[in-house]
Structures are given as C-alpha cells and as structure tokens.
C-alpha cells in the first residue's frame, strides 16, 4: 500500500453523504479526526448530527468502503458525540438555506 496523505482521505471521505442532508460528511464537520499510523492503517473518529440518527451504519459503511477502495488495508472508524456536532459556519447559507 502506498503512503496516504490526510488530504487524500479528506477528498476520499466527500464522497461520503449524509442522505438526510444530502450534504458530505466533510464539508458537515461530521469527521472530527484523521489519524494515520506508522503501520499504514488509518483511524476516522466522527460524529454524528444526532445520536438517534437511523443512518448511522450506513454512514460508517459508506466511510470504509470509500477508504477500502483507496488500497488502505485496515480502517478503523470511532463514533464519538463528545463535543455534540455543531454545524459549520456558512453551511446553512452554503446549502441554500436561510441563515
């Protein structure tokens, strides 16, 4: 596996969407870190934008998948709600929506 850059996986992971928003995970501040270790695994801590959120799962697959499909050959991927998401300056606006 060839050495990965932060950027790299952080332009990876705006492939990943939030279906209820239609928005990408990174551009949310749904990814809270990016970690990549000496051995060439890589660790996502994110969050979510409610702990009742149904898609979830869905989320965390979509993030494996787009990593996997980078020739990164173990992901780990850690939830965390702590702080809980705020969402980003000027993405209400960003997204057509009133401010």
Known sequence: MKAMAKEQILDRL???????VACDIVTM????????????????VYTLTSPMCPLGPQIEQDIR?????????????E??????WREPEGLRAMMGLSI
């Open 14 to 20: 705006k492939n990943v969407m939030d279906p209820e």
């Open 29 to 44: 501040g749904l990814v809270r870190e990016v970690n990549i270790r000496d051995d060439g695994s890589v660790h996502i």
């Open 65 to 77: 998948s787009e990593l996997l499909s980078l020739g990164i050959d173990r992901v780990e991927i």
């Open 79 to 84: 939830l965390t709600f702590d702080p809980p």
